[in-house]
């Protein structure tokens, strides 16, 4: 990538404009080239490019105009050539890839008319029960088939075999159920036959696609498409006005969508999909995090999930494109395919295939740009989702002090194919659901947590002679983080949870899912999650506030009986009070075996109360500074974020001119989830006892909640 202009400095010096004076000196220094001049240079630029040194001098003389701005003419003449080349190429390769997209969809449309043409019955959809890809597969292994078989016994009858008989379809439900009440009417005895869905594993997360080998041909084109996104999301970072304008509501960054188009104007092969909505944010903040620790993270999809599990349910590599330069992430090119949600089923997952591109633009100033990967539709199994993302990412520059100043943007087209729930179309119209501020509160609040995690110092309350050292601390503090990852990827609307709901406790219902589970720290058996979304008309301090009081845990905690708990140890987790771990030990119980492993977490864009039953011999193997990872944990707790309502200024920028107003002041969107091991045994049977029994725990406590927060029941 290369950088010119009529002035002087390097790169890095362009992603600091605070102030006009700084403008007023480069219109200074700003020189427009006569018609001659330029005649003459464009001339010279098609014999020869690259001019040495000598043909500089020489061509400034002529010219009457300095070296420095015959070397800086063609520089930037070069790089608006290569820019001409590649959106050229890049209309004709979108042209072609429309064409066999336009083919492949023929294709499905006829495939899916002759999946079953014996049954009569309508072929399965996207939306299937089954894995489609894993019944076409199979289908077409028995259409193989079939025509063997044909062909062996039309020998023998002396006729072709055109017809088989009909064969009974055979109907498959995902907990069709129909509730009228909190208790076991209408349920009795029924069990449920299902397939269960395989024990989640962070460490090797579902990937709906995986592509083939790819050519040579392919990576040279993700690189180019990598550089243009950089040096797209650079001048992004570093312009301001007129590109990004200041919110007259609450002052945050809004992009100026005519003056992006002008800017970065892209290849117009098809019409725009009216369906299409763009949201565009921005925001800048100081992280508790030396820049290079977090290229590290960044680029190590792992701990990218660890560092965001709020947000990123499933993160992978794909291919390596680039594996960096002298063992640095400086260079580092990656495919990679990740999967974001907001914490409630009742909101969709974004996916996305995505090339990760890491520029060190100087010595502590780093860029890391992620842009989506279109992949050539030549055959079914292409993915086709809805979320694009265009250049987005952010820019990390050192601070003296060991911290970095992160400026993150996020850019994504959505197109919208099925309508926002009604409750979360606030927030996530407004922007703030998947927008720059939710992605930099999160880092800032979990490096907070990743400080405390290292620090030796009394960032531990020790109320009950329960955490002797640092390492039981931080033993602790990773199998609480443990906890909250469990508990978020529980409550996913990913397609690869089934969710199916319940009636009877609102208009929303209480959503379950079946998942057999396998994987070392998790209890072994079948597990039935539950969750429902409420909304109070209250803030969403208030209700983390009565959350977080232990003094009235008996009032909304239906487990507890009505007994008080006591903290016994308490674990900082950053500068707000409300982020802490906690150890609870319930009193007036004959449970004197168990305690409550809990953590808190608030920030700007929401927070979380999460908990999780321990028995003492596990704790003391926490607190004794022992690896926790094999404690079995089944977290519940509750997800509280603002409901949008008072965010609907143009603070994001959202090109859909949706009406968001529901008719009724601002409040809270609170999720409620519990979990519950079914059995111990690796088997299909639900028994419906257990569901009725989660939806009426869920029931109550919802109602309990309410009644002591003085909210309408209804």
């Not at 064409?99 to 023929?106: L, Q, S, V």
């Not at 199979?138 to 078989?149: F, I, P, T």
């Not at 914490?343 to 860029?367: D, K, M, N």
């Not at 009636?503 to 999650?529: C, F, M, W, Y």
Request: glycine share 8%; net charge neutral; aromatic share 6%.
């Amino acid at each position: 990538m290369e950088y010119g202009s009529g002035g002087s400095g390097s790169p890095g010096d362009h992603l600091h404009h605070h102030d006009g004076s700084d403008s007023q000196k480069r219109k200074k220094r700003y020189h427009r080239h006569t018609a001659n001049q330029i005649q003459r240079l464009e001339s010279i630029f098609k014999e020869c490019p690259h001019p040495d040194e000598k043909q500089r001098l020489q061509l400034s003389r002529e010219l009457a105009l300095a070296p420095r701005q015959i070397k800086f003419w063609f520089q930037n003449r070069r790089t608006q050539m290569k820019a001409q080349h590649e959106r050229a190429d890049n209309c004709a390769l979108r042209a072609e890839n429309d064409k066999i997209r336009c083919e492949n969809i023929a294709i499905r449309e006829a495939l899916k008319n002759v999946i079953c043409p014996s049954c009569g019955g309508p072929p399965l959809n996207e939306d299937s029960y089954f894995d489609e890809q894993k019944l076409r597969l199979e289908n077409a292994q028995l259409k193989e088939e079939l025509d063997r078989v044909s062909s062996v016994a039309a020998k023998y009858i002396g006729r072709p075999i055109t017809q088989l008989p009909p064969v009974q379809p055979i109907h498959i439900s995902s907990l069709d159920l129909s509730m009228g009440s909190f208790g076991n009417q209408g349920l009795g005895s029924l069990s449920l036959d299902l397939d269960l869905l395989p024990g989640s594993s962070s460490s090797i997360p579902n990937v709906p696609y995986q592509p083939a080998g790819l050519s040579d041909m392919d990576k040279s084109l993700m690189s180019d498409i990598a550089s243009n996104a950089m040096e797209e999301l650079i001048s992004l970072s570093q312009t301001n006005d007129p590109l990004w304008m200041k919110s007259s509501t609450d002052g945050r960054d809004v992009l100026n969508f005519e003056t992006y188009e002008r800017m970065f104007p892209k290849p117009n092969c098809q019409l725009k999909n009216p369906n299409v909505r763009i949201e565009a944010s921005r925001d800048t903040g100081v992280v508790i995090m030396n820049g290079l620790t977090l290229v590290d993270m960044f680029m190590d999809p792992n701990k990218w999930m660890e560092l965001f599990s709020t947000i990123v349910t499933t993160a992978r590599t794909i291919e390596v494109i680039s594996s960096g330069m002298m063992g640095g992430h400086g260079g580092s090119l990656q495919l990679m395919y990740e999967e974001l949600q907001v914490l409630s089923p009742l909101v969709s997952t974004r996916e996305f295939y995505f090339l990760r591109y890491c520029h060190q633009i100087e010595q502590g100033l780093w860029a890391i740009v992620d842009v989506s990967y279109e992949f050539p539709r030549d055959n079914q199994f292409a993915p086709q989702f809805r979320s694009h993302r265009l250049p987005s990412g952010c820019v990390i520059q050192d601070l003296p002090n060991g911290y970095s100043q992160v400026t993150w943007i996020e850019h994504v087209e959505i197109e919208d194919k099925t309508p926002v729930h009604r409750l979360y179309r606030n927030l996530i119209y407004s922007g703030f659901a998947f927008g720059a501020q939710r992605w930099l509160t999160t880092l800032q609040r979990m490096c907070e947590r990743i400080a405390c995690l290292m620090m030796t110092g009394n960032s531990t309350r020790d109320l009950g002679g329960v955490i002797p050292s640092p390492e039981g601390k931080r033993s602790i503090m990773k199998l609480a983080q443990r906890m909250v990852n469990n508990f978020c990827a529980s409550i996913s609307a990913s397609p690869a949870h089934r969710w199916t709901t319940l009636s009877g406790l609102n208009e929303i219902g209480v959503r379950v899912t079946v998942h057999k589970s396998s994987d070392a720290g998790q209890p072994n058996g079948v597990v039935l999650s539950a969750a429902t979304t409420i909304w109070l008309p209250l803030p969403p301090q208030t209700v983390f506030n009565f959350f977080k009081d232990e003094r009235k845990r008996p009032q909304w905690d239906v487990l507890s009986n009505g007994n008080a708990v006591s903290e016994v140890a308490h674990i900082a987790n950053g500068s707000h009070p409300g982020n802490c771990i906690s150890v609870l030990r319930a009193l007036n119980t004959s449970q004197n075996n168990m305690l409550i492993l809990q953590e808190s977490c608030i920030d700007s864009s929401g927070s979380l109360v999460v908990y999780c039953p321990v028995d003492l011999p596990a704790m003391h193997i926490a607190m004794s500074g022992e690896d926790p990872s094999y404690i079995p944990l089944l977290p519940s707790g509750f997800t509280i974020s603002s409901d949008g309502q008072n965010d609907q200024g143009d603070g994001a920028s959202t090109s859909s001119n949706t009406n968001m107003n529901m008719g009724r002041p601002g409040g809270s969107l609170i999720t409620v989830a519990f979990q519950i091991l079914v059995s111990s045994l690796p088997s299909a049977k639900i028994n419906m006892d257990s569901v009725a029994t989660v939806n009426g725990l869920i029931g109550n406590t919802v109602q309990q909640i309410k009644a002591a927060l003085n909210c309408p029941s209804s």
